[in-house]
Protein backbone atom coordinates (compact mmCIF):
# COMPACT_ATOMS: atom_id res chain seq x y z
CA UNK A 1 0.00 0.00 0.00
CA UNK A 2 1.74 3.23 -1.55
CA UNK A 3 0.99 6.90 1.14
CA UNK A 4 3.46 9.06 2.19
CA UNK A 5 4.83 9.56 5.62
CA UNK A 6 5.51 12.85 7.04
CA UNK A 7 7.25 12.85 10.60
CA UNK A 8 8.04 16.05 13.04
CA UNK A 9 5.32 18.02 11.82
CA UNK A 10 2.62 17.53 14.80
CA UNK A 11 2.98 18.56 18.18
CA UNK A 12 0.07 18.73 21.19
CA UNK A 13 1.61 21.94 22.34
CA UNK A 14 1.61 20.67 25.98
CA UNK A 15 4.33 22.12 28.65
CA UNK A 16 7.59 20.48 29.02
CA UNK A 17 8.20 19.81 33.10
CA UNK A 18 5.94 18.08 35.78
CA UNK A 19 3.57 16.37 34.51
CA UNK A 20 1.26 17.27 37.71
CA UNK A 21 1.12 21.09 36.76
CA UNK A 22 1.43 21.44 33.11
CA UNK A 23 -2.66 22.51 32.94
CA UNK A 24 -1.93 24.73 35.27
CA UNK A 25 1.20 26.30 33.87
CA UNK A 26 -0.69 25.94 30.33
CA UNK A 27 -3.72 27.75 31.39
CA UNK A 28 -1.55 30.42 32.72
CA UNK A 29 0.26 30.88 29.43
CA UNK A 30 -2.91 30.85 27.52
CA UNK A 31 -4.00 34.12 25.99
CA UNK A 32 -7.12 35.60 27.52
CA UNK A 33 -10.42 37.77 26.21
CA UNK A 34 -11.40 40.18 28.06
CA UNK A 35 -14.80 39.82 29.87
CA UNK A 36 -16.29 43.02 28.01
CA UNK A 37 -15.22 41.96 24.76
CA UNK A 38 -16.10 37.86 25.12
CA UNK A 39 -19.78 39.22 24.22
CA UNK A 40 -18.60 40.03 20.73
CA UNK A 41 -17.49 36.49 19.51
CA UNK A 42 -19.81 34.37 17.71
CA UNK A 43 -18.88 30.61 18.69
CA UNK A 44 -20.80 27.87 16.60
CA UNK A 45 -21.07 24.15 18.58
CA UNK A 46 -22.11 21.42 16.72
CA UNK A 47 -23.82 18.66 18.77
CA UNK A 48 -25.62 18.89 22.08
CA UNK A 49 -24.41 15.61 23.75
CA UNK A 50 -22.30 16.10 26.85
CA UNK A 51 -19.77 17.58 25.57
CA UNK A 52 -21.36 19.84 22.89
CA UNK A 53 -23.76 21.02 25.69
CA UNK A 54 -21.29 21.40 28.37
CA UNK A 55 -19.63 23.37 26.10
CA UNK A 56 -21.82 25.83 24.91
CA UNK A 57 -23.32 26.15 28.24
CA UNK A 58 -20.05 26.92 29.48
CA UNK A 59 -19.56 29.58 26.85
CA UNK A 60 -22.21 31.54 27.12
CA UNK A 61 -21.54 31.68 30.97
CA UNK A 62 -18.87 32.93 29.57
CA UNK A 63 -20.36 35.76 28.12
CA UNK A 64 -19.58 34.19 24.16
CA UNK A 65 -22.60 33.93 21.87
CA UNK A 66 -23.50 30.25 21.05
CA UNK A 67 -24.95 29.07 17.99
CA UNK A 68 -25.93 25.60 18.79
CA UNK A 69 -26.63 23.03 16.17
CA UNK A 70 -28.24 19.13 16.67
CA UNK A 71 -29.67 16.60 14.40
CA UNK A 72 -32.46 15.91 16.63
CA UNK A 73 -35.90 17.73 17.33
CA UNK A 74 -34.43 18.69 21.06
CA UNK A 75 -31.15 18.60 22.77
CA UNK A 76 -32.14 15.86 25.33
CA UNK A 77 -32.04 13.59 22.80
CA UNK A 78 -28.05 13.50 21.81
CA UNK A 79 -26.82 9.68 22.30
CA UNK A 80 -25.50 10.69 25.38
CA UNK A 81 -28.39 10.15 27.02
CA UNK A 82 -27.53 6.35 26.31
CA UNK A 83 -24.59 6.09 28.30
CA UNK A 84 -25.66 3.62 31.36
CA UNK A 85 -23.08 2.52 33.84
CA UNK A 86 -21.15 5.26 35.22
CA UNK A 87 -18.23 8.20 35.26
CA UNK A 88 -14.65 7.74 36.28
CA UNK A 89 -13.50 10.06 38.92
CA UNK A 90 -10.45 9.92 41.21
CA UNK A 91 -12.63 10.91 44.69
CA UNK A 92 -11.40 8.33 46.80
CA UNK A 93 -14.55 7.97 48.42
CA UNK A 94 -14.00 4.31 49.15
CA UNK A 95 -10.68 4.74 50.82
CA UNK A 96 -9.36 1.72 48.52
CA UNK A 97 -6.32 3.82 47.11
CA UNK A 98 -7.40 6.00 44.64
CA UNK A 99 -6.05 9.20 43.55
CA UNK A 100 -5.32 11.27 39.86
CA UNK A 101 -2.34 9.33 39.40
CA UNK A 102 -3.79 5.79 39.88
CA UNK A 103 -6.83 7.11 37.57
CA UNK A 104 -4.12 8.43 34.81
CA UNK A 105 -1.93 5.12 34.83
CA UNK A 106 -5.02 2.51 34.62
CA UNK A 107 -6.21 4.89 31.71
CA UNK A 108 -3.02 4.92 29.70
CA UNK A 109 -2.49 1.42 30.60
CA UNK A 110 -5.51 0.17 29.57
CA UNK A 111 -5.24 2.37 26.17
CA UNK A 112 -2.12 -0.38 25.89
CA UNK A 113 0.44 2.93 25.96
CA UNK A 114 -0.74 4.50 22.74
CA UNK A 115 -2.50 7.90 24.27
CA UNK A 116 -0.75 11.16 24.99
CA UNK A 117 0.08 11.01 28.58
CA UNK A 118 -0.50 14.99 28.63
CA UNK A 119 -3.91 14.84 28.18
CA UNK A 120 -5.08 11.70 30.16
CA UNK A 121 -3.29 13.34 33.71
CA UNK A 122 -5.59 16.41 32.77
CA UNK A 123 -8.23 14.44 32.10
CA UNK A 124 -7.59 12.71 35.47
CA UNK A 125 -7.25 15.46 37.52
CA UNK A 126 -10.13 17.47 36.59
CA UNK A 127 -12.23 14.08 37.11
CA UNK A 128 -13.06 15.30 40.70
CA UNK A 129 -14.17 19.14 39.59
CA UNK A 130 -16.83 16.95 37.20
CA UNK A 131 -18.37 15.21 40.06
CA UNK A 132 -18.72 18.32 42.37
CA UNK A 133 -20.13 20.10 39.01
CA UNK A 134 -22.93 17.28 38.14
CA UNK A 135 -23.88 17.26 41.75
CA UNK A 136 -24.57 20.87 41.96
CA UNK A 137 -26.94 20.65 38.84
CA UNK A 138 -28.80 18.00 40.83
CA UNK A 139 -27.80 14.96 38.93
CA UNK A 140 -28.92 12.42 41.16
CA UNK A 141 -25.88 10.35 41.49
CA UNK A 142 -26.46 6.76 43.79
CA UNK A 143 -25.76 7.36 47.75
CA UNK A 144 -24.64 4.89 50.82
CA UNK A 145 -27.01 4.36 53.31
CA UNK A 146 -24.87 7.51 55.07
CA UNK A 147 -25.52 10.32 52.09
CA UNK A 148 -22.11 10.04 50.58
CA UNK A 149 -21.91 8.70 46.98
CA UNK A 150 -21.93 5.67 45.99
CA UNK A 151 -18.96 4.16 43.47
CA UNK A 152 -18.65 0.59 41.79
CA UNK A 153 -15.64 -0.90 39.46
CA UNK A 154 -15.49 -1.00 35.99
CA UNK A 155 -13.23 -2.99 34.13
CA UNK A 156 -9.29 -2.67 34.00
CA UNK A 157 -9.06 -0.87 37.65
CA UNK A 158 -8.61 -1.96 41.10
CA UNK A 159 -10.37 0.06 43.00
CA UNK A 160 -14.41 1.72 43.10
CA UNK A 161 -13.92 4.93 41.12
CA UNK A 162 -17.12 5.21 39.47
CA UNK A 163 -20.49 7.20 39.96
CA UNK A 164 -23.19 6.00 38.77
CA UNK A 165 -27.07 6.92 38.71
CA UNK A 166 -28.36 2.81 38.67
CA UNK A 167 -28.33 2.16 34.92
CA UNK A 168 -29.18 5.68 33.38
CA UNK A 169 -25.89 7.45 34.20
CA UNK A 170 -25.77 8.93 30.84
CA UNK A 171 -29.64 10.44 30.96
CA UNK A 172 -28.77 11.79 33.94
CA UNK A 173 -25.88 13.93 33.47
CA UNK A 174 -27.08 14.62 29.89
CA UNK A 175 -30.50 16.43 31.86
CA UNK A 176 -27.60 18.27 34.24
CA UNK A 177 -25.88 19.81 31.17
CA UNK A 178 -29.45 20.62 29.54
CA UNK A 179 -30.21 22.53 32.26
CA UNK A 180 -27.50 25.05 32.81
CA UNK A 181 -28.02 25.09 28.71
CA UNK A 182 -31.87 26.00 28.25
CA UNK A 183 -30.66 28.75 31.22
CA UNK A 184 -28.52 30.17 28.69
CA UNK A 185 -30.85 30.14 26.10
CA UNK A 186 -33.37 31.51 27.94
CA UNK A 187 -30.93 34.39 28.82
CA UNK A 188 -30.08 34.86 25.23
CA UNK A 189 -26.68 33.51 25.30
CA UNK A 190 -27.15 30.34 23.13
CA UNK A 191 -29.17 30.00 20.43
CA UNK A 192 -30.42 26.33 19.51
CA UNK A 193 -30.97 24.97 15.72
CA UNK A 194 -32.55 21.90 16.26
CA UNK A 195 -33.11 19.13 13.04
CA UNK A 196 -30.04 20.36 10.95
CA UNK A 197 -26.99 18.78 10.02
CA UNK A 198 -23.76 19.98 9.07
CA UNK A 199 -22.46 18.77 5.50
CA UNK A 200 -19.06 21.24 5.10
CA UNK A 201 -17.20 23.58 7.37
CA UNK A 202 -16.37 27.32 5.40
CA UNK A 203 -12.65 27.83 5.43
CA UNK A 204 -11.99 31.92 5.43
CA UNK A 205 -8.57 32.64 4.86
CA UNK A 206 -7.68 28.72 5.99
CA UNK A 207 -9.83 29.58 8.95
CA UNK A 208 -12.88 27.97 10.24
CA UNK A 209 -15.44 30.81 9.95
CA UNK A 210 -19.02 28.66 9.33
CA UNK A 211 -20.34 26.10 8.56
CA UNK A 212 -23.28 25.14 5.62
CA UNK A 213 -25.94 22.99 7.03
CA UNK A 214 -29.25 20.85 5.81
CA UNK A 215 -32.53 21.88 7.40
CA UNK A 216 -34.01 18.26 7.93
CA UNK A 217 -37.17 19.93 8.06
CA UNK A 218 -37.35 21.99 4.95
CA UNK A 219 -34.55 20.46 3.28
CA UNK A 220 -32.92 24.23 2.24
CA UNK A 221 -29.14 24.95 2.40
CA UNK A 222 -28.45 26.93 5.15
CA UNK A 223 -25.20 29.24 6.07
CA UNK A 224 -23.66 30.48 9.37
CA UNK A 225 -21.06 32.40 10.26
CA UNK A 226 -18.74 32.52 13.51
CA UNK A 227 -15.88 34.00 14.93
CA UNK A 228 -14.40 29.81 15.74
CA UNK A 229 -16.31 26.52 14.93
CA UNK A 230 -16.46 23.65 17.31
CA UNK A 231 -17.52 19.57 16.63
CA UNK A 232 -18.96 17.59 18.93
CA UNK A 233 -20.72 15.16 16.98
CA UNK A 234 -19.72 11.46 18.55
CA UNK A 235 -18.06 8.93 17.21
CA UNK A 236 -18.48 6.93 14.20
CA UNK A 237 -19.14 3.22 14.93
CA UNK A 238 -22.06 3.32 12.68
CA UNK A 239 -19.48 2.77 10.08
CA UNK A 240 -19.93 -0.85 10.96
CA UNK A 241 -23.85 -0.61 10.10
CA UNK A 242 -24.43 -2.79 13.13
CA UNK A 243 -23.44 -0.89 16.44
CA UNK A 244 -24.74 0.00 19.60
CA UNK A 245 -24.94 3.60 18.94
CA UNK A 246 -28.05 5.07 17.30
CA UNK A 247 -29.12 4.51 13.67
CA UNK A 248 -28.77 8.39 13.35
CA UNK A 249 -25.13 8.69 14.82
CA UNK A 250 -23.01 9.21 11.98
CA UNK A 251 -19.59 10.48 10.44
CA UNK A 252 -20.55 13.15 8.63
CA UNK A 253 -19.87 16.18 10.66
CA UNK A 254 -15.74 14.77 11.36
CA UNK A 255 -15.72 13.36 7.84
CA UNK A 256 -16.66 17.00 6.22
CA UNK A 257 -13.95 18.52 8.02
CA UNK A 258 -11.75 15.91 7.48
CA UNK A 259 -11.71 16.57 3.36
CA UNK A 260 -11.30 20.25 4.31
CA UNK A 261 -8.07 19.49 6.04
CA UNK A 262 -8.43 18.30 9.37
CA UNK A 263 -6.13 15.43 10.16
CA UNK A 264 -8.19 12.18 11.33
CA UNK A 265 -6.13 10.08 13.98
CA UNK A 266 -5.68 6.22 14.66
CA UNK A 267 -9.17 5.47 12.73
CA UNK A 268 -8.58 2.15 13.27
CA UNK A 269 -8.92 1.92 16.74
CA UNK A 270 -12.48 0.65 17.28
CA UNK A 271 -13.83 -0.32 20.56
CA UNK A 272 -15.34 -3.69 20.59
CA UNK A 273 -18.08 -3.70 23.63
CA UNK A 274 -18.57 -7.23 25.48
CA UNK A 275 -21.71 -7.17 26.85
CA UNK A 276 -24.49 -6.99 23.95
CA UNK A 277 -27.59 -8.65 23.46
CA UNK A 278 -26.50 -10.88 20.10
CA UNK A 279 -27.95 -10.16 16.46
CA UNK A 280 -31.14 -11.87 15.78
CA UNK A 281 -31.23 -11.32 12.01
CA UNK A 282 -30.31 -9.75 9.57
CA UNK A 283 -33.37 -6.84 9.44
CA UNK A 284 -31.70 -5.50 12.75
CA UNK A 285 -30.55 -1.97 12.25
CA UNK A 286 -28.71 -1.72 15.75
CA UNK A 287 -27.25 -3.46 19.16
CA UNK A 288 -28.15 -3.04 22.40
CA UNK A 289 -25.69 -2.44 24.92
CA UNK A 290 -25.81 -4.40 28.43
CA UNK A 291 -23.77 -1.43 30.95
CA UNK A 292 -20.27 -2.79 31.53
CA UNK A 293 -21.64 -2.06 35.35
CA UNK A 294 -23.25 -5.52 35.02
CA UNK A 295 -19.74 -7.63 35.11
CA UNK A 296 -19.44 -6.35 39.31
CA UNK A 297 -21.97 -9.09 40.16
CA UNK A 298 -22.31 -10.89 36.82
CA UNK A 299 -20.44 -14.06 36.20
CA UNK A 300 -19.01 -14.81 32.49
CA UNK A 301 -19.39 -18.24 31.50
CA UNK A 302 -20.17 -20.98 28.55
CA UNK A 303 -20.31 -24.62 29.17
CA UNK A 304 -17.58 -26.88 28.90
CA UNK A 305 -18.49 -28.86 26.33
CA UNK A 306 -18.90 -27.79 22.90
CA UNK A 307 -22.45 -27.00 21.24
CA UNK A 308 -24.05 -27.88 24.81
CA UNK A 309 -27.50 -27.47 24.08
CA UNK A 310 -28.72 -27.45 27.98
CA UNK A 311 -30.85 -24.83 29.72
CA UNK A 312 -28.04 -22.73 31.68
CA UNK A 313 -29.62 -23.85 34.62
CA UNK A 314 -29.37 -27.51 34.11
CA UNK A 315 -25.40 -27.11 33.90
CA UNK A 316 -23.71 -27.56 36.86
CA UNK A 317 -21.09 -26.03 38.10
CA UNK A 318 -18.25 -28.00 38.06
CA UNK A 319 -19.50 -28.35 34.39
CA UNK A 320 -19.13 -24.69 33.58
CA UNK A 321 -16.06 -22.93 32.22
CA UNK A 322 -15.62 -18.85 33.84
CA UNK A 323 -12.87 -18.41 31.41
CA UNK A 324 -12.05 -14.65 32.47
CA UNK A 325 -12.14 -15.67 36.02
CA UNK A 326 -9.68 -18.46 34.84
CA UNK A 327 -7.60 -16.47 32.65
CA UNK A 328 -7.27 -13.60 34.36
CA UNK A 329 -7.65 -14.11 38.00
CA UNK A 330 -6.46 -11.02 39.79
CA UNK A 331 -9.24 -9.13 37.58
CA UNK A 332 -11.71 -11.62 36.62
CA UNK A 333 -14.91 -10.41 34.79
CA UNK A 334 -13.43 -6.50 35.33
CA UNK A 335 -10.61 -6.98 33.00
CA UNK A 336 -10.79 -4.22 30.12
CA UNK A 337 -13.31 -4.39 27.36
CA UNK A 338 -10.54 -5.55 24.48
CA UNK A 339 -9.58 -8.21 26.76
CA UNK A 340 -12.81 -9.37 27.84
CA UNK A 341 -14.49 -9.01 24.00
CA UNK A 342 -11.80 -10.82 22.48
CA UNK A 343 -11.83 -13.61 25.28
CA UNK A 344 -15.40 -13.60 24.50
CA UNK A 345 -14.72 -14.05 20.73
CA UNK A 346 -12.07 -16.79 20.96
CA UNK A 347 -14.34 -19.33 23.04
CA UNK A 348 -17.09 -18.94 20.26
CA UNK A 349 -14.79 -19.58 17.38
CA UNK A 350 -13.62 -22.95 19.15
CA UNK A 351 -17.48 -23.67 19.72
CA UNK A 352 -17.97 -23.30 23.18
CA UNK A 353 -20.61 -20.32 22.64
CA UNK A 354 -24.36 -21.14 23.64
CA UNK A 355 -27.71 -19.66 22.01
CA UNK A 356 -28.95 -20.09 18.33
CA UNK A 357 -26.07 -19.16 16.63
CA UNK A 358 -23.44 -20.34 19.10
CA UNK A 359 -22.03 -16.63 18.98
CA UNK A 360 -23.03 -16.27 22.84
CA UNK A 361 -21.77 -16.33 25.97
CA UNK A 362 -23.63 -16.06 29.85
CA UNK A 363 -23.84 -13.22 31.93
CA UNK A 364 -24.80 -14.70 35.39
CA UNK A 365 -26.42 -13.24 38.22
CA UNK A 366 -27.57 -16.63 40.48
CA UNK A 367 -24.40 -15.64 42.91
CA UNK A 368 -24.80 -12.80 42.95
CA UNK A 369 -29.17 -12.77 43.70
CA UNK A 370 -28.08 -15.67 46.36
CA UNK A 371 -25.39 -12.97 47.94
CA UNK A 372 -27.13 -9.83 47.95
CA UNK A 373 -31.02 -10.68 47.73
CA UNK A 374 -33.01 -10.01 44.95
CA UNK A 375 -34.49 -6.56 45.90
CA UNK A 376 -30.57 -4.86 46.08
CA UNK A 377 -29.56 -6.82 42.98
CA UNK A 378 -32.91 -4.97 41.31
CA UNK A 379 -32.29 -1.64 43.11
CA UNK A 380 -28.46 -1.66 40.94
CA UNK A 381 -29.54 -3.01 38.11
CA UNK A 382 -33.54 -3.07 37.77
CA UNK A 383 -33.96 -1.22 34.95
CA UNK A 384 -31.00 -2.72 33.09
CA UNK A 385 -32.97 -5.84 33.20
CA UNK A 386 -35.83 -4.84 32.19
CA UNK A 387 -34.72 -3.87 28.96
CA UNK A 388 -33.01 -6.97 28.43
CA UNK A 389 -36.71 -8.97 29.36
CA UNK A 390 -38.21 -6.36 27.04
CA UNK A 391 -35.72 -6.97 23.75
CA UNK A 392 -35.31 -10.77 24.23
CA UNK A 393 -38.70 -12.14 26.49
CA UNK A 394 -36.60 -13.59 29.00
CA UNK A 395 -35.52 -12.38 32.94
CA UNK A 396 -32.50 -11.86 33.77
CA UNK A 397 -33.26 -13.17 37.33
CA UNK A 398 -34.72 -16.49 36.51
CA UNK A 399 -32.05 -17.48 34.15
CA UNK A 400 -28.59 -15.99 32.44
CA UNK A 401 -28.04 -12.98 29.83
CA UNK A 402 -26.74 -14.14 26.74
CA UNK A 403 -23.93 -11.05 25.47
CA UNK A 404 -21.49 -11.37 22.85
CA UNK A 405 -19.57 -7.94 21.44
CA UNK A 406 -20.49 -5.08 19.17
CA UNK A 407 -19.14 -1.87 17.73
CA UNK A 408 -19.78 0.73 20.50
CA UNK A 409 -16.91 3.46 21.15
CA UNK A 410 -14.30 5.52 18.74
CA UNK A 411 -11.45 6.04 20.07
CA UNK A 412 -9.70 7.25 17.09
CA UNK A 413 -11.19 11.14 15.90
CA UNK A 414 -10.39 14.15 14.44
CA UNK A 415 -6.86 15.13 15.91
CA UNK A 416 -6.31 17.82 18.24
CA UNK A 417 -3.03 19.58 20.25
CA UNK A 418 -3.46 20.14 24.03
CA UNK A 419 -6.02 23.23 23.27
CA UNK A 420 -8.80 20.56 21.78
CA UNK A 421 -7.99 22.25 18.46
CA UNK A 422 -7.49 20.69 15.08
CA UNK A 423 -5.08 21.12 12.10
CA UNK A 424 -7.25 23.55 10.93
CA UNK A 425 -7.26 27.12 12.94
CA UNK A 426 -10.43 27.87 14.49
CA UNK A 427 -11.86 24.34 14.55
CA UNK A 428 -11.75 22.69 17.70
CA UNK A 429 -13.25 18.89 18.21
CA UNK A 430 -14.55 17.83 21.90
CA UNK A 431 -15.52 14.12 23.08
CA UNK A 432 -15.47 11.32 21.01
CA UNK A 433 -15.09 13.40 17.60
CA UNK A 434 -11.28 14.07 18.70
CA UNK A 435 -8.55 10.99 19.43
CA UNK A 436 -6.95 12.55 22.34
CA UNK A 437 -7.59 10.68 25.35
CA UNK A 438 -8.16 6.97 25.58
CA UNK A 439 -5.12 5.48 23.36
CA UNK A 440 -6.05 1.86 21.86
CA UNK A 441 -8.68 1.27 24.52
CA UNK A 442 -10.99 3.26 26.33
CA UNK A 443 -11.82 2.39 30.22
CA UNK A 444 -15.12 1.81 30.55
CA UNK A 445 -16.97 4.62 32.20
CA UNK A 446 -14.49 7.04 30.70
CA UNK A 447 -16.17 8.47 27.72
CA UNK A 448 -18.26 10.62 30.56
CA UNK A 449 -15.67 11.81 31.84
CA UNK A 450 -14.20 12.72 28.77
CA UNK A 451 -16.99 14.93 27.23
CA UNK A 452 -17.64 16.28 30.41
CA UNK A 453 -14.21 17.56 31.03
CA UNK A 454 -13.74 19.38 27.51
CA UNK A 455 -17.02 20.68 27.92
CA UNK A 456 -16.59 22.31 31.14
CA UNK A 457 -12.99 22.47 31.97
CA UNK A 458 -11.27 22.62 29.01
CA UNK A 459 -12.21 24.38 26.03
CA UNK A 460 -13.97 26.98 27.86
CA UNK A 461 -10.06 28.12 28.43
CA UNK A 462 -8.47 27.35 25.20
CA UNK A 463 -10.81 28.38 22.97
CA UNK A 464 -9.80 32.13 24.22
CA UNK A 465 -6.22 31.48 23.06
CA UNK A 466 -7.46 31.36 19.75
CA UNK A 467 -10.16 34.10 19.73
CA UNK A 468 -7.77 36.64 21.11
CA UNK A 469 -6.42 36.94 17.96
CA UNK A 470 -9.32 37.30 15.81
CA UNK A 471 -10.83 40.40 15.14
CA UNK A 472 -14.56 39.48 15.96
CA UNK A 473 -17.56 39.26 13.63
CA UNK A 474 -15.12 40.04 10.87
CA UNK A 475 -16.99 37.01 8.53
CA UNK A 476 -20.20 37.57 6.69
CA UNK A 477 -22.17 34.84 5.18
CA UNK A 478 -22.18 36.69 2.24
CA UNK A 479 -18.30 35.66 1.57
CA UNK A 480 -16.99 33.88 -1.63
CA UNK A 481 -16.06 30.45 0.53
CA UNK A 482 -19.56 30.49 1.48
CA UNK A 483 -21.05 30.39 -1.85
CA UNK A 484 -18.30 27.87 -2.41
CA UNK A 485 -18.89 26.04 0.38
CA UNK A 486 -22.80 25.65 -0.20
CA UNK A 487 -22.33 24.83 -4.19
CA UNK A 488 -20.06 21.92 -3.34
CA UNK A 489 -22.86 21.05 -0.62
CA UNK A 490 -25.57 21.30 -3.20
CA UNK A 491 -23.81 19.59 -5.95
CA UNK A 492 -23.02 16.50 -3.82
CA UNK A 493 -26.79 16.79 -3.02
CA UNK A 494 -28.01 16.68 -6.53
CA UNK A 495 -25.51 13.71 -7.24
CA UNK A 496 -27.13 11.68 -5.00
CA UNK A 497 -30.73 11.97 -6.31
CA UNK A 498 -29.27 12.17 -10.23
CA UNK A 499 -28.17 8.64 -9.88
CA UNK A 500 -31.93 6.62 -9.50
CA UNK A 501 -30.15 3.06 -9.12
CA UNK A 502 -31.68 -0.12 -7.63
CA UNK A 503 -30.04 -0.46 -4.47
CA UNK A 504 -30.84 0.75 -1.40
CA UNK A 505 -28.37 2.85 0.85
CA UNK A 506 -28.97 0.59 3.81
CA UNK A 507 -28.08 -2.03 1.18
CA UNK A 508 -24.68 -0.26 0.87
CA UNK A 509 -24.33 0.22 4.43
CA UNK A 510 -24.90 -3.45 5.33
CA UNK A 511 -22.43 -4.41 2.71
CA UNK A 512 -19.89 -1.82 3.42
CA UNK A 513 -20.53 -2.83 7.63
CA UNK A 514 -20.27 -6.62 7.00
CA UNK A 515 -16.65 -6.41 5.77
CA UNK A 516 -15.22 -3.99 8.15
CA UNK A 517 -16.80 -6.62 11.13
CA UNK A 518 -15.42 -9.84 9.12
CA UNK A 519 -12.06 -8.38 8.35
CA UNK A 520 -11.56 -5.14 10.36
CA UNK A 521 -13.17 -6.14 13.24
CA UNK A 522 -12.07 -7.65 16.30
CA UNK A 523 -9.35 -9.69 14.98
CA UNK A 524 -7.49 -8.57 11.84
CA UNK A 525 -4.75 -9.92 9.55
CA UNK A 526 -3.07 -8.54 6.43
CA UNK A 527 -4.94 -10.51 4.16
CA UNK A 528 -8.47 -9.61 5.32
CA UNK A 529 -7.25 -5.90 5.42
CA UNK A 530 -6.38 -5.77 1.86
CA UNK A 531 -9.24 -7.98 0.40
CA UNK A 532 -11.70 -5.33 2.36
CA UNK A 533 -9.76 -2.28 1.18
CA UNK A 534 -10.53 -4.07 -2.37
CA UNK A 535 -14.08 -5.20 -1.57
CA UNK A 536 -14.89 -0.98 -0.44
CA UNK A 537 -13.36 0.44 -3.76
CA UNK A 538 -15.97 -1.44 -5.84
CA UNK A 539 -18.53 -0.95 -3.32
CA UNK A 540 -18.38 2.54 -3.53
CA UNK A 541 -17.94 2.88 -7.40
CA UNK A 542 -21.32 0.66 -7.66
CA UNK A 543 -22.64 3.39 -4.81
CA UNK A 544 -22.17 6.36 -6.87
CA UNK A 545 -23.63 4.26 -10.16
CA UNK A 546 -26.70 2.74 -8.61
CA UNK A 547 -27.39 3.67 -5.73
CA UNK A 548 -31.59 4.58 -5.65
CA UNK A 549 -32.31 7.63 -3.45
CA UNK A 550 -36.28 8.38 -3.73
CA UNK A 551 -37.77 12.21 -2.87
CA UNK A 552 -36.26 15.29 -3.89
CA UNK A 553 -33.68 17.80 -2.02
CA UNK A 554 -36.15 20.46 -1.40
CA UNK A 555 -38.16 19.30 1.59
CA UNK A 556 -37.73 16.67 4.21
CA UNK A 557 -36.28 13.26 3.16
CA UNK A 558 -34.89 10.47 5.23
CA UNK A 559 -33.68 8.28 2.42
CA UNK A 560 -31.54 11.27 1.36
CA UNK A 561 -30.27 12.07 4.70
CA UNK A 562 -28.73 8.38 5.00
CA UNK A 563 -27.25 7.97 1.59
CA UNK A 564 -24.81 11.39 2.21
CA UNK A 565 -23.70 9.82 5.15
CA UNK A 566 -23.23 5.99 3.75
CA UNK A 567 -21.54 8.18 1.22
CA UNK A 568 -19.51 9.13 3.81
CA UNK A 569 -18.88 5.90 5.26
CA UNK A 570 -17.44 4.35 2.07
CA UNK A 571 -14.76 6.84 1.94
CA UNK A 572 -14.11 6.60 5.81
CA UNK A 573 -14.21 2.81 5.51
CA UNK A 574 -11.01 2.64 3.60
CA UNK A 575 -9.17 5.10 5.70
CA UNK A 576 -9.84 2.67 8.93
CA UNK A 577 -8.68 -0.42 6.55
CA UNK A 578 -5.67 1.81 5.53
CA UNK A 579 -4.74 2.51 8.94
CA UNK A 580 -5.19 -1.22 10.19
CA UNK A 581 -2.91 -2.13 7.46
CA UNK A 582 -0.42 0.13 8.34
CA UNK A 583 -0.05 -0.53 11.97
CA UNK A 584 1.79 -3.57 11.83
CA UNK A 585 1.56 -4.31 15.46
CA UNK A 586 -1.13 -5.28 17.98
CA UNK A 587 -2.21 -2.89 20.94
CA UNK A 588 -5.23 -2.41 22.60
CA UNK A 589 -8.72 -3.45 20.28
CA UNK A 590 -6.05 -3.86 17.14
CA UNK A 591 -5.60 -7.30 17.30
CA UNK A 592 -3.73 -8.43 14.28
CA UNK A 593 -3.53 -12.13 14.18
CA UNK A 594 0.28 -12.22 12.56
CA UNK A 595 0.93 -10.17 15.96
CA UNK A 596 -0.27 -12.00 19.22
CA UNK A 597 0.98 -14.50 21.87
CA UNK A 598 0.43 -18.15 22.18
CA UNK A 599 -2.63 -17.19 24.09
CA UNK A 600 -4.30 -14.52 21.92
CA UNK A 601 -3.06 -11.80 23.62
CA UNK A 602 -2.11 -8.56 21.79
CA UNK A 603 1.79 -8.03 20.75
CA UNK A 604 2.58 -4.34 20.41
CA UNK A 605 6.03 -2.96 18.78
CA UNK A 606 7.09 -0.13 20.31
CA UNK A 607 9.92 0.31 18.56
CA UNK A 608 8.51 0.82 15.79
CA UNK A 609 4.74 2.02 16.27
CA UNK A 610 4.89 4.39 19.31
CA UNK A 611 3.29 7.29 17.51
CA UNK A 612 -0.06 8.61 16.59
CA UNK A 613 -1.21 8.00 13.29
CA UNK A 614 -2.82 11.23 11.59
CA UNK A 615 -3.99 11.03 8.19
CA UNK A 616 -4.34 14.06 5.93
CA UNK A 617 -6.67 13.94 2.90
CA UNK A 618 -4.59 14.63 -0.42
CA UNK A 619 -7.67 14.49 -2.71
CA UNK A 620 -6.81 10.79 -3.72
CA UNK A 621 -8.99 8.56 -1.60
CA UNK A 622 -6.45 5.63 -1.65
CA UNK A 623 -3.39 7.42 -1.27
CA UNK A 624 -3.42 9.48 1.91
CA UNK A 625 -1.03 11.29 4.05
CA UNK A 626 0.38 9.86 7.16
CA UNK A 627 1.81 12.27 9.66
CA UNK A 628 3.23 10.84 12.51
CA UNK A 629 2.87 12.50 16.06
CA UNK A 630 6.02 10.88 18.49
CA UNK A 631 4.39 9.49 21.81
CA UNK A 632 6.23 9.58 24.91
CA UNK A 633 6.51 8.06 28.11
CA UNK A 634 8.14 9.36 30.69
CA UNK A 635 5.75 9.13 33.70
CA UNK A 636 4.23 5.51 32.97
CA UNK A 637 7.01 3.42 32.32
CA UNK A 638 6.01 1.35 28.87
CA UNK A 639 4.93 -2.26 29.83
CA UNK A 640 3.59 -5.13 28.24
CA UNK A 641 0.03 -5.45 29.82
CA UNK A 642 -0.74 -7.49 32.63
CA UNK A 643 -4.58 -8.45 33.97
CA UNK A 644 -3.90 -12.22 35.59
Known sequence: MDFDIVDGTLSDGAPDGPIETRWDRHRFDLKLVNPANKRKYKVIMVGTGLGGGAAAASLAELGYDVLNFCIQDSPRRAHSVAAQGGINAAKNYPNDGDSVWRLFYDTVKGGDFRSRESNVYRLAQCSANIIDQCVAQGVPFAREYGGTLANRSFGGAQVSRTFYARGQTGQQLLLGAYSSLMRQVASGKVTMMPRREMLDVVLVDGHAKGIICRNLVTGELERYAADAVCL?????????????????????????????????????????????????????????????????????????????????????????????????????????????????????????????????????????????????????????????????????????????????????????????????????????????????????????????????????????????????????????????????????????????????????????????????????????????????????????????????????????????????????????AIDAYNRDESCGCHLRTDHQSEEGEALRRDDEFSYVSAWEYTGDLGRPRLNREKLDFENVHLAVRNYK
Not at 443 to 451: E, K, P
Open 232 to 576: ATGGYSTVYFLSTNAVNSNATAAWRAHKRGAFFANPSFMQIHPTCIPLQGSAQSKLTLMSESLRNDGRIWVPKKKADDRRPKDIPEDERDYFLERRYPSFGNLVPRDVASRAAKQICDEGFGVGPTGLAVYLDFAEAIGRLGHENVEQKYGNLFEMYREITDESPYETPMRIYPAPHYTMGGLWVDYNLQTTIPGLHALGESNFSDHGANRLGASALMQGLCDGYFVIPYTIGNYLADQTPDSVSTEDEAFDAAEANVRDSVDRLLAVKGERTPRDFHWDLGRTLWDNVGMSRNPEGIMESVGHIRKLREEFWQNVRVVGSGDTMNKALEYAGRVADYLELGELI
